[in-house]
Structures are given as C-alpha cells and as structure tokens.
C-alpha cells in the first residue's frame, strides 16, 4: 500500500518514506566483514562448532516506526537491531538514521563493533540498528517521535546490561537524549548508562565530540614511527571526509604540524600539495553546510580524484569501498588509515598489501570513539565523572595497548595489519563462548 502524504515536497516521491532495500553488491561492507572473518578464522584453526556461531548475528529484531507526520498524515518506517554476539558483555553499537538504512550494513556494522571491543580489551559485545527514514527530510519533531517509538519497541532488549545504544549516522547527541528519556520514563527513574553520546549535562563524557578523530591522531603517529615513513619533514595527510571525524582529524593534524593537503566532503575535494588553511575550510563548512565554493586558492577535485593523489598519510573517513578493487591500484599514498567503517574492500586491501602500501584497519584506527563509549557507561555506573585529560590519558593506553598487540599478531602469523587485528579479536571472542559454553 503506497501511503498517501501531502507533506511530500518537490521531487520526493512516497518511496523515501519506505526505500527497497538495494541488493548486495559484490563489495558491499557485509560482504567485505564476512570475507575477513572467513579468512582469520581459516589461519586460527577455529573449529566447525565455534565458527558456526561466530559467524551468525545472536539476535536480529525488525520493528515497525508508525510515526505522525507534522501534516497530520501518518508514515510507517522500519526499524532494526542487530545484535551480533555477546560473548565478551553486553552489546554495545550505534543507532542510525538513514533513507538508505541495509539490514546487510547493521550485520556488518555489528560485527565490526565485537571485533572492535574484544580488540580493545573493552568487556562488550557488537550491535547495530536504526530506523530507515529520510532524516534531513524530516523535521526535527518527526525524528524525535520516531525515535521514541524505535525506542519504546525495544524497551525488552535495551539496557544498561543488555545492549547499550551509542550514536551514529543522523544520531547526535540529542537523539541520545531521546533515547535515554524514553527509557527513563519506561523505567519511572533516570537510566542514564542506557546510551552513550549523551550532552555532557545529562552525564554524557568528556571527549566524545572530538573521540574518533583523538583515537586516529594517536593511531597516524603510531603507524608512522613503525613503519619509519617520515622523517626530516612534516608528514602530508589527505583526509576524505570533513565531518565530525574528519574535519576534527585535519584541525588536530593540522595543530600539530601537518601538512594537510586535502579534504573534502560529499560536494568537492580541496587539493594543494604546500596545505591547506585548515581553520578557515572549517569555518566555511560550518557556516555554509560544505565546501563547495569555499574561498581558498587550491585545486577543485572530485572524491575520486583526491584519493589518487601522493601523499604520506591516507584517512578516507566518509564512505565505505571508497577504495575498492577498481582504483587500489591508482593509490599514491605510503599509508591507508581507515577512519570510516569499511573505507577499504576485501579485495583492494589484498592488492595494496601486493603493492606494499599497509592499511591500518577501522576496527584499530577509529576505535577510540568506542573506547569513549565504554568510558561513558564506565563513569555513568560508578556515578562519576573524569576530567578532559583522564579520558584522553586512557583512551590513549587503550589504543597503544592494542597497537602493540596487534603488532605482536603480525610478527608471529607474518600476516598483513589488517589480518593480524581481525586473528586477534576473533581469538578473544572464540575463547570467551568456548569459557561460557552453550546453554541448552
């Protein structure tokens, strides 16, 4: 049934309400998470009973969002909750808003997050979902009641020790305040270790806003001593992306001496091999919603453009396969650092290592925002709250800790990064369900 909404503005059509969820592709994030898996599991051994359970979601949960429209007309959307494995704690992952919302994307994106925390040494589990909706289409108050009713439908599965909501795409920190107050009035009392994200007055952490882009400044400078690729010079960074990652990566970088050639957004790419004024791109995008036509004397390049373009330090921080089999080869950069989800497919980081270019994996370079998270409901739990250089102080141990980790993997399995850091998080979640057992 096509529903009837004259809300709709020019162009929309009643499809943006409810989107057809796009086949795979061939080099989709799912497709690419799966293929790594398979492929650490393959080197560890991992046996036919335990690979069996590893490689399916514990739960998945589709919902139906009714949601009253400002006109008064009424739209379903869908909702959906990817709960990937529990093995090392509760699930934790982010809720996301999007007209083009996969279900294989929150498989992949779950998944990501196990990984992620059992890398990390953080006591959590992968999750992942969110609503299918139009969210810059939609009105602040249609989002808000969307978002309660997503939450509402499930109150039975959500928890401060059974799943933990963090943000995402379209989810800043006022959707997590929505969050939190809808299960807070569910509750008749304040359950603030719900979600994470939150404004810091509703007992949200230090160091979210800037806490992926933190994480990768500490992961470049890592990758950049191991691997000895600059020396007697400022190191020159290309950074796809100028959102909340990487707008706050090039401003960090370039604080500290970069040279940051390239940024870009979803409109256009700057390019100029002596840096761009980092400052003043920013202020522009902030005042003027991107780049595109932004006043600085470089070259206008397209995303595609940009990423074939020399460099020291590659963060493709925007889309995911925005390297993928059919331009790894055109790379010019001496180091990928992936600050999105699945920037790289499966295939293209099989030919950089070929080329000899090392890609530091998302589930290392961008897991600070994650460690943030575990901080968050760490401090919401005990009732406490860390000052600025806590955070930073911790979750840069973190994030050292599993870099050398990680290195360790390398050199014993003699395995490319991104393989050593996948062995390794498949190994800590393999022992955890062999520790726990099967329940029957």
Known sequence: MTLSNPSLGKGELPEDLLPVTPPLDEESPFATMMSLFDEAARK??????????????????????????????????????????????PFMGP?????????????????????????????????????RIHAKRRSSAELERAVRRYTAGFLDLIGPDTDIFAPDVNSDESVMAWVMDTVSHHKAYTENAVVTGKPTVLAGSRGQTDAVAQGLRTMIRLSL??????????????????????????????????????LSDVSVALYSEHGLPIHDILAWRQSHGSLENCPVDCLRLTNAELLARPCDVLVPCAADNAIHSRNADQVQARLIVEGAHGPVSARADRILHERGIPVVPDI??????????????????????????????????????????????????????RMAAHMLAVERVAQADRSRGIYA
């Open 95 to 131: 809720v996301r808003l999007h007209h083009a919302l996969k279900i294989d994307d929150l498989r992949a994106l779950a998944a990501w997050m196990t990984w992620k925390c059992a890398l990390m040494g953080i006591p959590f589990g992968g999750a992942a979902g969110g609503i």
């Open 225 to 262: 001593t191991h691997f000895d690729l600059v020396r007697e010079r400022a190191p020159r960074v290309i950074i796809q992306g100028a959102g909340r990652v990487g707008g706050n990566l090039a401003r960090l970088l370039y604080d500290a001496g970069f040279v940051v050639c390239g």
């Open 364 to 417: 290392l370079a961008n897991a600070g925002g994650v460690i943030v998270n575990y901080f968050e409901w760490v401090q919401n739990r005990q009732g406490l709250t860390w000052v600025d250089s806590l955070v930073n102080k911790r979750r840069k141990r973190f994030m050292t800790e599993a870099w050398n980790s990680v290195l360790d993997y390398r050199q014993q399995y003699g395995v490319r990064l």
């Open 44 to 89: 560890l051994g991992i046996n036919p009973d335990e690979y069996a359970i590893l490689r399916r979601p514990d739960r998945e949960v589709a919902y139906s969002v009714p949601v009253k429209l400002d006109d008064g007309t009424m739209a379903v959307f869908d909702g959906y909750r990817v709960q990937h494995n529990q093995g090392l704690g």
